[in-house]
């Protein structure tokens, strides 16, 4: 039987894939956002210890950046999958369960990126908050302002003005980190249930872009048609990704005088 063509194997319906990478696209995009905001918020407390007073809250958020930093992401993904699922076992063999219980992929993925994005982001916004003038602070502190009116018209729409080209190359790597999930097989499995005269249950697997490239590649046994589609594929969410992050360094800096 002759090889089927790239338009025969990337049609949308059950006799292609185009649809599988389409949804796994979608995930691999949900992981990203996930794990993004969850370092945005590792971030920014983290960058709050190393600007505070306190010298023990320094030196954990700069333990947590040089550890973060320095350890490559793929081992941090199977430290959290190996070492987490080793302590809900544990947990689970004392409740009288026996049998490995291995962590979701999806909330390892999201987790170790959000940890390790992290690390990155408090730098971006530690630097972008010691950008903003300190004679603009003591201005609208002698005005009145202070607490959240203090952070919510000076000092927050400046270190988001500051910090967005530097979250924008963030996304970018956060993006491609996504991949790596693939290594802890991450699928998202959805029930379908019809009530009528036929009762139908069927179910429908969703695995990440770069695995479900794989296990078409593997299944066609054609690995460069749906490899450069997972290409094109990031391309796509990449240069959207650029552009939005352009328009919102225009939004951010509306008003400003360019060189």
Known sequence: MPPKSFLELMQWGPQGWL???TFATGLTL??????FLFGLAFGTLAAAAKLSRSTILRRAAD??????RGVPDLLVI?????GGSAVVTAIG???GYSGFIGLPGFLVGTLAIGIVSG????????????AVPQGEVDAARAFGMSGFRLLRRIIGPQVLRYGLPGMGNIWQLVLKESALVAVVGLTLIFYEVRIGDLVLIYETRFS???RQAHVAAGSTRQPFVFYITAVAFYLVLTTASTWAFRQAETWATRGMRRA
């Open 19 to 21: 649809d599988e990478m």
């Open 30 to 35: 949900a992981v990203a956002i996930c794990g």
């Open 63 to 68: 333990a947590y950046t040089t550890v973060f």
């Open 78 to 82: 199977y430290l959290f999958y190996f």
């Open 93 to 95: 063999a004392a409740l």
């Open 119 to 130: 690390a990155y982001q408090t730098e971006v916004i530690r630097g972008a908050y010691l």
């Open 208 to 210: 990440d872009l770069l």
